[in-house]
């Protein structure tokens, strides 16, 4: 059964081109600092009020031939025994399957691949750098295995990165631009920090979305850079 911290009935940013709901799962074994869902780290216990899986599904069956999508966020999705049946399950009611993760969980994340129809991918740092964002030893690792199985794997996907100048360096940026050029991501999209609930100290972000452009052009494919 899956654990579920929220529900967004419907959005239109979720899931490229498609109109979709969101379910925000209960759990992520990473403790990143600036995290907006802070509330959804714990694994036991349901943070998003009353809605339980159940009462999703019975939502969606009235959202047929309405929504497009059904996109799994959190959270982290793969941290959830039950997330391939809950991709299974939406997919039996004719919706496509969207998945937000981190790849904290590589090898859910391989087993699950086969029934999504589209990811967005969360990568934090270069991935030697990784610990310093989650807390978590070895984090780094994992996201770079999950990555790549997503990469081979010939499902549609981008790669996110949320950008500010006290998270990721200069040299930073340049590195994580050649890893994922060499892992063969074809999409990144390198988005704003939203300051709601952030740590005081982080401040404004000094990057300009020229900055970004320019740390960022050791990677080969379509980049995106959003700073509002």
Known sequence: ???????????????????????????????????????LWQTDGVSGGDTSWAAVLEILETRRGLLDAVVFSGGEPTAQLGLAAACTAVSDR????????????????????????????????????????????????????????LAASGVPFEVRTTVHSALLTPDALRSLACELDALGVGRWMLQPFRAEGAPAYLGASRYSADDLHTLTSGFRGHREVRLA
């Open 1 to 39: 059964m899956l654990a579920v911290g929220g529900f967004v009935p419907f959005t239109t940013i979720d899931f490229p081109g498609r109109l979709a709901a969101v379910v925000f799962t209960q759990g992520c074994p990473w403790r990143c600092g600036y995290c907006q869902n802070p509330h």
């Open 94 to 149: 004719g919706f496509e399957v969207g998945l937000h993760t981190g790849g904290a969980v590589p090898e859910r994340l391989a087993a699950v691949l086969p029934l999504v129809d589209w990811v967005g991918f969360d990568v934090k740092a270069p991935f030697d750098l990784y610990e310093h964002t989650t807390r978590v030893p070895g984090s780094g690792d994992r996201a770079r295995e999950s990555l790549s199985l």
